[in-house]
C-alpha cells in the first residue's frame, strides 16, 4: 500500500469525515494517515489522528509553520475547515507542492468578506435576498451578518428602527432582508483540480442546526437547485471543495444565494454516505488521477447526529 498523508486545518470536530477518508484509501489501496493542526490538542479528531498544536492562521509566521508541518510529517493534501485556513491552504499548495482542492486565494478572500461577496454575486447575476447599501434604506425585518464572520456567530434579526439603532457598527454588517418564510439549502460540491469538471453538486435541506452547525439534514434532488449552483460555480470560477448556501423564498418560490465557503462544510457526510463519494474524489486527484463524475447519489437520505465522547487522560 501507498501513503497518502492528509493535514486538516482546523478539522477538530471532523472524526466521521476523517473515517470517510481513511476508508476510501483503503478502497484504493492507500495507507491515509490524518493529522489536523489546532490550538489546543485535546480535541476530538485526535481519536483517528494526530494533532499538531500551533497557532493561528491569522499570524504572521503561519506559513513558515506550515512549511515546516508539511516537512517534517511528510505532508501530501492540505483540507481546510475553517474559513480563515481557506488561503493558507492554497498557499501550501502554491509554495510547497501538497494537494489542496480549494479555489484560488483572491475568490477565497472575497468570499470570506460577505460584503464584498454580495457584490461579487450581483456583479455575475446571480440571485441573492435584497441587500440594503445604506442604513438609511433598511426595510424590517432585516438580518445583519458580520462581514467576516462564521458559524452564524453574531447573526441579528432586527425587526425595528429602534433595534437598528442601537448597532453602533452597521458598516461592519452585511444587511439584507430576512425572509421568515423560507427553507434553508446546503449544496456539497466537488469541482476537479485536474480537469475542472463538477464531479457532484448535492443539496441537503437544513433541518435542523446548533451553532451554525447541522445535526439534521436531508439531500434532496431539486434539479433548477442543481442548475443554479453550476451556475454559480463557473460563473465564479471555482474550484475544488465548494459549500453553496441558498435559501429558498416560499412566497416568491424563488433560491437566493446567501453565501459560499470554497471548503468542504460540515454535513458533507450526508452526502458521501449518500452516495456522493467526495472523500474518494480527494484521495483520487491527490494520486494524480481525476475524480469520477457522480450524479448518482440517493435523494432523501437522512443524516441526524448525536454527541461521542473522547477521553484524554494526564497519562
Known amino acids: 500500500m501507498r501513503n497518502l498523508s492528509i493535514l486538516m486545518l ?12 481513511i476508508d476510501a484509501g483503503k478502497v484504493r489501496g492507500i495507507d491515509v494517515s490524518i493529522f489536523s493542526h489546532e490550538l489546543e490538542r485535546e480535541v476530538p479528531i485526535a481519536s483517528v489522528g494526530k494533532v499538531i498544536p500551533g497557532g493561528k492562521y491569522s499570524n504572521d509566521g503561519i506559513l513558515n509553520e506550515m512549511r515546516d508541518i508539511i516537512k517534517s510529517f511528510h505532508i501530501d493534501v492540505v483540507l481546510p475547515f475553517v474559513d480563515n485556513s481557506i488561503e493558507v491552504a492554497r498557499v501550501c499548495a502554491e509554495r510547497y507542492g501538497v494537494f489542496s482542492p480549494t ?3 483572491g475568490v477565497a478572500s472575497q468570499l470570506f468578506d460577505k460584503v464584498k461577496s454580495a457584490v461579487l454575486f450581483a456583479e455575475n447575476n446571480i440571485p441573492i435576498p435584497q441587500t ?8 424590517f425585518p432585516a438580518i445583519y451578518k458580520p462581514r467576516c464572520g462564521s458559524a452564524s456567530k453574531g447573526i441579528k434579526v432586527v ?4 433595534e437598528a ?3 453602533s457598527n452597521p458598516e461592519e454588517y452585511l444587511i439584507q432582508e430576512y425572509i421568515t418564510d423560507r427553507e434553508e439549502y ?5 469541482i476537479s483540480m485536474i480537469d475542472g469538471e463538477i464531479k457532484c453538486i448535492v443539496p441537503r435541506l437544513r433541518i435542523a442546526t446548533v451553532g451554525g452547525e447541522v445535526i439534521k439534514t436531508r439531500t434532496c434532488r431539486v434539479p433548477v437547485l442543481i442548475s443554479l449552483g453550476a451556475t454559480v460555480i463557473k460563473s465564479l470560477g471555482l474550484q475544488g471543495c465548494v459549500t453553496l448556501q441558498f435559501l429558498y423564498d416560499r412566497q416568491n418560490k424563488e433560491y437566493k444565494l446567501m ?4 471548503r468542504l462544510g460540515g454535513g458533507v457526510v450526508c452526502s458521501v454516505n449518500a452516495g456522493a463519494n467526495i472523500a474518494d474524489m480527494i484521495v483520487c486527484e491527490a494520486t494524480g488521477i481525476a475524480a469520477q463524475k ?8 437522512l443524516m441526524t447526529r448525536y454527541m461521542q465522547e473522547v477521553m484524554f487522560f494526564n497519562d
Open 10 to 21: 482546523g478539522g477538530a470536530k471532523r472524526v466521521s469525515l476523517a473515517q470517510k477518508l
Open 103 to 105: 479555489s484560488s486565494v
Open 132 to 139: 440594503y447599501q445604506s442604513v438609511d434604506t433598511v426595510q
Open 159 to 162: 425587526n425595528t428602527q429602534h
Open 165 to 167: 439603532e442601537q448597532i
Open 186 to 190: 446546503t449544496l456539497d460540491c466537488y
Open 259 to 262: 453565501e459560499i465557503n470554497p
Open 294 to 301: 457522480n450524479n448518482v447519489w440517493r435523494d432523501g437520505a
